[in-house]
């Protein structure tokens, strides 16, 4: 059997991870508005949702790597399904109890399985197969999470929004009951989505604990292994403090797209969540054409020109009025389509042996999606709930991706040095 036949099943089953938790991840886009409606919360208090869901990536990150080193990659992905299906089992109970808290416990479990997942199939894909094309073959899976990601708000929307946002008259003009009733039922609408996905992901774990997948052994080759500690590796460092503001970036343009849609447009919640599902598809083309763009530009050549061009796009968002302020909104997510896996691939060049670990760190990284969108959220509640005004925050990050972008320039040059010695 050639390498190629050798990869293409495994190829196909870790794909279909980056499907899962691209559909875990986009969802809560949806859960922000909702549970902001069905437990009566602030702009910050929703964005703990992102802050529960994130902070996972942080504390179970090199939990994750350790497991793997003694279990290999199957064994990390098996728990990591696990996991998922158990928290989303858990938003039954919590949606029967309307209880913030409990809510914000089942997203840390489901993230805490993310985590698993991610910190295994990214670098899983990044072995399987030519070295050369690595890049390219992590943009073409993340392309199925940019599938996932306009299918998770577009579903999601229709299951779980009512379209039904009660004023603060209305709700003074209903009896304490009445109202207690209208927030049951608001919140009893994730219980059958969650249900479900727990039931698929059992399903895709029983599937991938049967199949036969190839255990990655990285290189041995004394000119990739890491001397000393893997925090002197400055491309790695800067790859972790780049992803970290992505994640945050990201996560806050998409969390309150909604929010801002209803605020500079007046735009209702089921109505701007199909807007976040256009937006959403772009960012899945957006994966599809820098992959191909890939072929004649360098990756960080291509990141450098979309951090650019997602910072004017953002200055659109925060000084324009009504839909112009949208557009560039949905824009966005085209340009950060690429950003993730060519920051991850980039960042773990040249590790070698310390690969894992390496991965292990850069997931760490995603714990920006737990801080940055808390602070776009204390932005928005200390101007009166400007929200528009909160997405300054993320031209901050871009501006730090362009300069991760510059910095590999020196790593290429640096790493061609170290071939032509060897």
């Known amino acids: 059997m050639d390498k190629r036949n050798k990869y293409l099943f495994p190829l196909i089953l870790i794909t279909v991870l980056f499907f899962l938790w691209g559909f875990a991840h986009n969802l809560n886009p949806i859960l922000i508005p909702h ?21 996972a990536y942080f504390l179970m990150a090199l939990p994750a790597g350790y497991f793997m080193k003694k279990y290999g990659y199957k064994g990390g992905i098996i728990l990591g399904l696990i996991l998922f299906a158990t928290g989303a089992f858990l938003f039954y109970p919590a949606a029967s109890l309307r209880d913030f808290g409990f809510f914000l416990f089942a997203l840390f479990v489901i993230a805490s399985g993310l985590t698993f997942l991610e910190t295994a199939a990214n670098p899983y894909m990044n072995e399987l197969g030519d070295p050369a094309t690595a890049t390219q073959r992590l943009n073409f899976a993340q392309s199925f999470n940019g599938l996932a990601a306009t299918l998770a708000p577009l579903i999601g929307g229709n299951l779980i929004l009512s379209g039904k946002t009660l004023t603060e008259a209305e709700k003074a003009q209903m009896t304490a009951g009445q109202l207690d009733a209208y927030l049951n039922v608001e919140a009893s609408a994730v219980k059958v989505p969650y249900l479900v996905i727990g039931i698929i992901v059992l399903l895709v774990a029983i599937l991938l604990w049967r199949a036969k997948l190839p255990e990655i052994v990285e290189e041995e080759d004394s000119a990739l292994e890491v001397k000393g500690s893997i925090f002197k590796e400055r491309n790695l460092v800067f790859g972790v403090v780049a992803l970290f503001f992505y994640v945050g970036a990201q996560v806050g343009i998409a969390s309150f797209f909604i929010r801002y849609s209803h605020y500079v447009a007046g735009i209702e919640e089921k109505t701007a969540a199909y807007l976040l599902s256009a937006a959403l598809f772009g960012f899945m083309i957006g994966r599809f054409v820098g992959t191909f763009l890939m072929k004649y530009i360098a990756p960080h050549v291509l990141l450098a020109v979309y951090s650019i061009i997602s910072v004017v796009l953002l200055f659109v968002v925060v000084l324009a009025t009504g839909q112009a302020g949208i557009y560039a909104l949905v824009g966005i997510q085209f340009f950060m389509s690429i950003m993730f896996p060519t920051i991850f691939s980039l960042g773990i060049r040249g590790l070698g042996t310390k690969r894992k670990q390496g991965s292990s760190l850069l997931i760490m990284a995603i714990v920006g999606g737990a801080i940055l969108p808390v602070i776009m959220g204390r932005v928005s509640d200390a101007n009166e709930g400007n929200i528009q005004l909160a997405y300054i925050v993320p031209v901050i990050c871009f501006v730090i991706i362009f300069f991760f972008a510059l910095y590999q320039t020196r790593v290429k040059a640096e790493m061609e040095k170290v071939q032509i010695s060897h």
């Open 35 to 55: 549970l902001k409606k069905a437990c009566q919360l602030n702009d910050l208090e929703s964005s703990l949702i992102d802050s529960a869901f994130f902070i």
